[in-house]
């Protein structure tokens, strides 16, 4: 679909060494997503949010292409640098923010895809929504986020209304709508793995609330 296809993720190569300009570029495509959810109130932090940590991981790296080639370069170059204060400092904490993001559009699409669907209610998206701030935010949220946000998916548009959306306004069926987020669901879940597995492996990832 136009709006997630508008810039794709590069294939994650074998040594899952993710370069940081083309995933800056491909990233720098998704923050409008959240405006195909309706719920301005709601969801126009999270896009804010997604767009902020877009702009300060760009910083660092524009600082020294060179020596911040790759995601992994970054949060290695930071973990020296920052001492005890990392992970929770530069760009390290602005990508780990972001992945969270990328994870509920990640979800949310990979649910649509799937079919998965209030059987009583097929066109409402309440069920793909709650999924995936369950698995992407849900944990990282203080009382009052939760319940705001479990509260908004009684506002979010239809299923249909989404989709059309995402192909920014055009009429095109069901079907190869979805296959489009197919195409970019295999592009960025295997970055978004890597990612995710990397902080991991570099005990980075923080666990504190919102």
């Not at 910083?59 to 005890?84: C, D, W």
């Given at each position: 679909m136009a709006l997630l296809l508008d810039s794709e993720f590069k294939v994650l190569?074998?040594?899952?060494?993710?370069?940081t300009a083309p995933f800056l570029e491909?990233?720098?495509?998704?923050?409008?997503?959240?405006?195909?959810?309706?719920t301005p109130i709601m969801y126009a932090p999270v896009k804010a949010?997604?767009?902020?940590?877009?702009?300060?991981?760009?910083?660092?790296?524009?600082?020294?292409p060179e020596k911040f080639r790759t995601l992994q370069n970054i949060l290695?170059?930071?973990?020296?640098?920052?001492?005890?204060?990392?992970?929770?400092?530069?760009?390290?904490?602005?990508?780990?923010?972001?992945?969270r993001g990328l994870?509920?559009?990640?979800v949310l699409m990979q649910s649509l895809c799937d079919g998965e669907r209030d059987e009583d209610n097929p066109n409402l998206i309440r069920v793909n929504a709650t999924?995936?701030?369950?698995?992407?935010?849900?944990?990282?949220?203080?009382?009052?986020?939760?319940?705001l946000f479990l509260g908004s998916?009684?506002?979010?548009?239809?299923?249909?209304?989404?989709?059309?959306?995402?192909?920014?306004g055009r009429e095109v069926k069901e079907e190869e709508t979805l296959e489009k987020i197919h195409q970019f669901?295999?592009?960025?879940t295997p970055i978004l793995d890597a990612i995710y597995e990397m902080y991991t492996k570099m005990n980075a990832e923080l666990n504190y609330k919102a």
């Amino acid at each position: 679909m136009a709006l997630l296809l508008d810039s794709e993720f590069k294939v994650l190569p074998a040594d899952k060494q993710i370069e940081t300009a083309p995933f800056l570029e491909a990233v720098s495509h998704l923050p409008p997503f959240f405006d195909c959810l309706g719920t301005p109130i709601m969801y126009a932090p999270v896009k804010a949010d997604l767009s902020g940590n877009i702009k300060k991981i760009r910083a660092v790296y524009e600082t020294n292409p060179e020596k911040f080639r790759t995601l992994q370069n970054i949060l290695e170059a930071e973990k020296e640098m920052h001492g005890s204060a990392w992970p929770k400092v530069g760009a390290t904490l602005a990508l780990m923010w972001l992945k969270r993001g990328l994870k509920f559009i990640q979800v949310l699409m990979q649910s649509l895809c799937d079919g998965e669907r209030d059987e009583d209610n097929p066109n409402l998206i309440r069920v793909n929504a709650t999924k995936a701030y369950e698995m992407a935010l849900q944990k990282y949220h203080g009382w009052i986020l939760q319940k705001l946000f479990l509260g908004s998916v009684y506002a979010l548009p239809y299923k249909s209304d989404l989709l059309k959306a995402l192909e920014k306004g055009r009429e095109v069926k069901e079907e190869e709508t979805l296959e489009k987020i197919h195409q970019f669901l295999t592009k960025v879940t295997p970055i978004l793995d890597a990612i995710y597995e990397m902080y991991t492996k570099m005990n980075a990832e923080l666990n504190y609330k919102a």
